[in-house]
């Protein structure tokens, strides 16, 4: 089973202000299947990013994925007031599992 | 509209058993990979099974042996049955889909899960 490692495990930052949330494999993702997904309270996930680095349908540009093999990156590059959430990652080319998730919380 | 709809949950005594349904519309569930995701009170994301076009199954290691997906093409529904329910099996469940993209001879390509359900809530506890 792969085992994915979210970090930081809190993010506190201000509005308008670039977020690097990252996540790490225990081993390589196959073809890129790695999803980051978005979540606010009381409310289900929201897809952001497929393959690593694809947006999804309507999501907006200030939001971008990178990374291959065990090593992978959701950059947020200028926070609005309704990103602030929590984000995880999720692998689904050998089996899915999902990482623990990060916070981003206003500072 | 696309859209998901869960349904099936409750309150269950420890070794009960209960089954979930996730009706789907707007898409077909059995061109798609279908997928149960659950969420313990105050906690993360967990995978639980998926189900994919061709019907392959797979589960996480928490459920293996107690929980089975299914689906009915003609309902356009997906099921979770849950047997021998345990205190750590209460959570949220959510169904979620992402599509399957086909380049032939077999080979697939994968896109993330697009379309979740609200969830419905499962409570294991005497």
């Known amino acids: 089973e792969i085992v994915l490692t979210q970090s930081p495990g809190t993010l506190s930052l201000s509005p308008g202000e670039r977020a690097t949330l990252s996540c790490r494999a225990s081993?390589?993702?196959?073809?890129?299947?790695l999803a980051w997904y978005q979540q606010k309270p009381g409310q289900a996930p929201r897809l952001l990013i497929y393959?690593?680095?694809s947006r999804a349908t309507g999501i907006p540009d200030r939001f971008s994925g990178s990374g291959s093999g065990t090593d992978f990156t959701l950059t947020i590059s200028r926070l609005e007031p309704e990103d602030f959430a929590v984000y995880y990652c999720?692998?689904?080319?050998?089996?899915?599992?999902f990482g623990g998730g990060t916070k981003v919380e206003i500072k | 509209e696309v859209q998901l709809v869960e349904s099936g949950g409750g309150l269950v005594q420890p070794g009960g058993s209960l089954r979930l349904s996730c009706a789907a519309s707007?898409?077909?569930?059995?061109?798609?990979?279908m997928s149960w995701v659950r969420q313990a009170p105050g906690k993360g994301l967990e995978w639980v099974s998926v189900?994919?076009?061709?019907?392959?199954?797979y589960y996480a290691d928490s459920v293996k042996g107690r929980f089975t997906i299914s689906r009915h093409n003609s309902k356009n529904t997906l099921y979770l049955q849950m047997n021998s329910l345990r205190a750590e099996d209460t959570a949220v469940y959510y169904c979620?889909?992402?599509?399957?993209?086909?380049?032939?001879?077999?080979?697939?390509?994968?896109?993330?899960?697009?379309?979740w359900g609200q969830g419905t809530t499962v409570t294991v506890s005497s």
């Open positions: 979620a889909s992402g599509r399957e993209y086909s380049y032939g001879r077999g080979a697939y390509y994968y896109y993330g899960m697009d379309v």
């Open positions: 707007g898409f077909t569930v059995s061109s798609n990979y």
């Open positions: 189900i994919y076009s061709g019907g392959s199954t």
């Open positions: 081993q390589s993702v196959s073809s890129s299947y």
């Open positions: 393959g690593a680095s």
């Open positions: 999720q692998q689904y080319g050998s089996s899915h599992t």
